[in-house]
């Protein structure tokens, strides 16, 4: 898609909804650089939301909507949790169908717009909470991740089922008193990046959602690799305030409290080799672009 | 339809011609050739311009699914590859269909049990995925013979239902059926069942059309709902999510969309009427007994039917061939001189017999049976002796039967 699908016919542009014509207006749709400093001065590829007051997975949302470097042609999976409220006001398509089979959806839902658009890039991102990832959905998360499927899974991990009002899951940490967890939760948080490194994935990041410029960074990384090469994995902290008894205000200290180098989502990131490589060349073009760019303005200067 | 009408007449990479779908079904050549029914899903497959196949391993559609593969291979089909169980190959369908593909499955007894979260949400998002269901035992212990209860549990979940009783039915229906399932009005999914075994592993003359011959290929722009290939535009669909909300717009949303479901099905009436031509068939329905049967008990009750005649007993057939939609009317009109309506039926339940007595006036003269299960075959002379009984006259005893 080009910005010029949605341009709006000029005799039905009054009634269309605001948020439609700001989209138009002041959407980044195809621009090259476009990054989480784009929020504030550009209408954003996401309209409210309906999570709780200072959810970090609200933060983490806009900031990957913000960097997605496709999203004119990028399709994006969900599946049912938190997550599944917000899509409904997401300006690229996606889809939720049922509850863990998101990464199969994402297989079957990629080698279709392979198939229709040959030489065309089309990007799928699947953007799934931890029950769906890592225990309703491992199956199938493994599964795409073995078959190399070319597209880029990201878990939404706040440790246990948050929509369902806090029950215990397999991200959650051990001896966490939580609802279907009466006595603790008898066994260690599931080991998902690592296993991803061992199921195939060729760029795999922990981390929180507590710096925009690290979000956008290993976004546009994940979907590149995923793009050229092969799986990709990313497990980003999104603590769920409401059931870990924090404030409206607090997510953002929970996280950067949750990020030291000691704790479970200090920075971790695996990259593998082809991926390396790709991003070496994505790094030469894009200084290369910059270069380019100075040379231009100081020519224009010059003139 | 401008860009399909223009495709017509013009040659995919594999050297077909796109052809007009009445003309290559009706007006064509057809060739006899012997094929088992596995073979037979393969040759209507090179002919359904096809995008994406996804396969799993069960008996007994193995065989079919596998030989899809080669299609694949030959060039004939988009894509295909194993998915890891029904459930998943079942969402990876559905994820191709969101895609905008043509899509193609097949499954069979417990994968269809395994794989049925994604069949009403197949229907509810309208993708026109056919799936071939090849049916076989879903109980405990395991089976694998044939046994058609797992056409009973299809039957609510939105999905257009029909049931092959021939490797020919097979044959046509699979390129009928994309012409009935991707109607815009319609836009469903469809499973396509027969009864395991009984047609994929035995050997038929089937009349096939010309093999450079094939479908146009599906047009996603004519779906009722967007494609999910962001090549239009990506609009908010709801200010919030109706999942959450309990409220009587939430419920009503979900009520109605339920409701255009099964109108959606109801709609899909004149074209199966029209691609199957009717969606019933009958034969001397002015008979006293007639027998109401789908799949291979049609052929079983036709068997029967030769052996009463011998005897002096005439009766009637009416041949069921679409489940979903159901053909209320047609069955009640055809049946409206019978005083005895017999149901053989492959399954212990009769999930047929009760569709049929809460059709027809005067269900006390439907008789449902008989019945086998289990992998047993259905023994023309079991109908026979089904129907003697009932009238009252006197008939062999069956082993077994201890009479």
């Given at each position: 898609m080009s910005k010029e699908r949605i341009q709006i016919s000029e005799a039905l542009y009054d009634i269309m909804p605001s948020d439609y014509q700001d989209l138009v207006k002041?959407?980044?749709?195809?621009?090259?650089?476009?990054?989480?400093?784009?929020i504030g001065t550009s209408k954003e590829?996401?309209?409210?939301?309906?999570?709780?007051?200072?959810?970090?997975e609200s933060m983490a949302f806009r900031y990957i909507l913000a960097s997605l470097p496709n999203p004119e042609d990028t399709v994006m999976v969900g599946s049912t949790g938190c997550t599944s409220l917000v899509f409904p006001m997401v300006a690229v398509h996606n889809i939720h169908s049922l509850f863990g089979n998101q990464n199969a959806i994402a297989s079957g839902l990629k080698r279709a717009l392979s198939v229709r658009f040959p030489g065309r890039v089309k990007d799928v991102v699947v953007l799934a909470g931890d029950g769906a990832t890592v225990d309703i959905g491992l199956d199938m998360t493994l599964q795409a991740w073995f078959r190399q499927e070319k597209f880029t899974t990201i878990c939404f991990d706040?440790?246990?089922?948050?929509?369902?009002?806090?029950q215990e899951s397999g991200l959650m940490q051990k001896g966490f008193v939580a609802k279907m967890a009466p006595?603790?939760?008898?066994?260690?948080?599931?080991?998902l990046p690592e296993i991803a490194r061992e199921s195939g994935c060729h760029y795999v990041v922990n981390c929180t959602v507590s710096k925009p410029s690290l979000v956008e960074k290993v976004i546009r990384n994940a979907v590149h690799i995923a793009r050229e090469i092969g799986p990709t994995y990313l497990q980003l902290y999104t603590p769920c305030i409401l059931e870990i008894g924090k404030?409206?205000?607090?997510g953002l200290q929970e996280m950067r409290d949750s990020e030291?180098?000691?704790?479970?989502?200090a920075y971790k990131e695996y990259v593998s080799e082809p991926a390396k490589q790709l991003l070496a060349e994505l790094a030469a073009k894009d200084k290369e672009r910059k270069a380019a760019a100075k040379q231009l303005a100081a020519q224009a200067q010059a003139n | 339809m401008a860009e399909i009408k223009s495709i017509i007449g013009t040659q995919n990479k594999k050297g077909q011609t796109y052809t007009d779908t009445w003309k290559m079904m009706n007006e064509a050549p057809r060739t006899p050739s012997f094929f088992t029914g596995s073979e037979v899903i393969k040759e209507a497959l090179r002919r359904a311009s096809c995008d994406v196949m996804i396969a799993y391993p069960i008996t007994p559609q193995s065989e079919a699914a596998a030989l899809i593969g080669e299609l694949f291979a030959e060039g004939y089909i988009g894509d295909y590859f194993r998915g890891e169980s029904e459930f998943a190959v079942m969402s990876q369908c559905a994820g191709s269909a969101f895609g905008g593909a043509r899509v193609f499955t097949t499954t069979a007894g417990p994968g269809t049990m395994r794989a049925m979260e994604n069949f009403p949400m197949w229907a509810g998002a309208r993708l026109p995925i056919q799936m071939i269901v090849t049916c076989r035992g879903i109980n405990s212990p395991l089976s694998i013979q044939p046994?058609?209860?797992e056409i009973a549990y299809l039957l609510n979940t939105g999905m257009l239902v029909w049931h092959a009783e021939t490797a020919q039915d097979f044959f046509d229906w699979i390129l009928k059926g994309y012409m009935v399932s991707e109607e815009p009005d319609v836009h469903l999914p469809l499973a396509l069942c027969c009864d395991g075994f009984f047609v994929t592993h035995t050997k038929d003359v089937v009349n096939l059309t010309p093999a450079d011959m094939c479908l146009p290929p599906y047009d996603?722009?004519?779906?009722p709902v967007p494609c999910m290939?962001?090549?239009c535009p990506p609009v908010r669909?709801?200010?919030?999510?109706?999942?959450m909300k309990s409220n009587y717009i939430s419920y009503a949303t979900h009520a109605s969309w339920q409701q255009e479901i099964w109108a959606a099905v109801e709609r899909s009436r004149k074209h199966s009427i029209h691609w199957l031509n009717g969606l019933i068939d009958t034969e001397?329905?002015?008979?006293?007994i007639v027998i109401v049967a789908s799949g291979t008990a049609v052929s079983q009750g036709r068997e029967a039917i030769r052996l009463l005649e011998d005897e002096g007993v005439r009766c009637g057939l009416v041949k069921v061939?679409?489940?979903?939609?159901?053909p209320e009317e047609e069955i009640r009109e055809a049946t409206k001189n019978a005083k005895h309506i017999f149901v053989p039926e492959f399954?212990?339940?009769g999930w047929l017999a009760k569709e049929i007595r809460a059709t027809?006036?005067?269900?006390?003269?439907?008789?449902?049976?008989?019945h086998v299960c289990g992998g047993m075959t259905m023994p023309p002379e079991i109908i026979v002796s089904e129907i003697k009984t009932a009238l009252g006259m006197k008939t062999f005893s069956l082993a077994g039967r201890g009479s």
């Open positions: 002041s959407a980044t749709y195809g621009k090259e650089d476009r990054g989480w400093k784009d590829l996401i309209e409210q939301h309906s999570l709780c007051a200072g959810c970090p706040n440790e246990l089922y948050a929509n369902t009002g806090g006595v603790g939760k008898l066994f260690d948080k599931v080991r404030n409206s205000m607090e030291k180098p000691t704790e479970r989502f | 046994d058609t209860l996603p722009y004519r779906s290939d962001m090549e669909m709801m200010r919030d999510p109706f999942v001397n329905t002015d008979a006293d061939k679409t489940l979903r939609p159901w399954n212990v339940t027809v006036p005067n269900h006390q003269r439907v008789h449902a049976g008989p």
